[in-house]
């Protein structure tokens, strides 16, 4: 059989083999989008300890318009990291809630 003349009266079977193909399809985009969207999750979790882990200790005798600038710098470059922990969360939740409940609507 080929995919010419021979399928003018072969409808029903074109129709279930391209069926057959999306349905596999959503299945793996499904299965994809839950997997990265848990990555996503871990990931951000990982950001979160790391800044935890790097945070710098405030010292009590000392004011805060004292801070070296070196200390000022990596303060900053932890906050913005935290903004990407923030945005990592927020794509896994997307993922996972709208994305991927919308692709097993469509299955």
Known sequence: ???????????????????KGTTDLVDVYGKFVKEKAELEKLYAKGLRKLIAKY??????????????????SFRIFLI??????????????????????EIQTKS
């Open 1 to 19: 059989m080929s995919w010419g003349p021979d399928l003018w009266d072969s409808y029903h079977s074109v129709v279930e083999h391209v069926a």
């Open 55 to 72: 945070e710098p200790k405030k010292i009590k005798n000392k004011k805060e318009n004292e801070e070296s600038s070196e200390n000022s």
């Open 80 to 101: 913005e990291t935290g903004y990407q922990a923030g945005q990592h969360e927020l794509l896994a939740e997307h993922l996972s809630k709208v994305l991927g409940k």
